[in-house]
């Protein structure tokens, strides 16, 4: 298992794919398949049956998986997409972003 560059809560850009551009917020990170569910990006029709919830029924939209390699964070000061670079201090690891060198939260 490899450690992420990307977690829930970030903000992220996609690179590539028919969602190319879209920013979105990390919604779950899918760490053994290297994957994320980003809101409002890769949605997909699911047939759903009536249940309690739904009682209706019928097509629901919904985020599907894009894959890690697909995503850049944000840069919090630019507002555009950013590599990484990690940072130890001590047990604390801070995630720097290379264009202007602010941390990311």
């Not at 992420?4 to 917020?25: E, N, S, W």
């Not at 029709?45 to 919904?62: E, H, L, Y």
């Not at 130890?88 to 264009?99: C, F, Q, T």
């Amino acid at each position: 298992m490899s450690k992420l560059h990307i977690r829930k809560d970030d903000t992220v850009m996609v690179l590539a794919g028919q969602d190319k551009g879209k920013t979105g917020k990390v919604l779950k990170v899918l760490v053994k398949e290297n994957r994320a569910i980003v809101e409002g990006v890769n949605m997909v029709s699911k047939s759903t049956k009536p249940s309690a919830k739904n009682p209706q029924g019928g097509i629901v939209k919904q985020e599907a998986a894009i894959h890690i390699s697909n995503l850049s964070l944000i840069d919090p000061k630019s507002g555009k997409a950013t590599r990484v670079r990690i940072e130890h201090e001590g047990k604390n690891v801070k995630r720097i972003a290379k264009k202007s060198g602010e941390e990311i939260k």
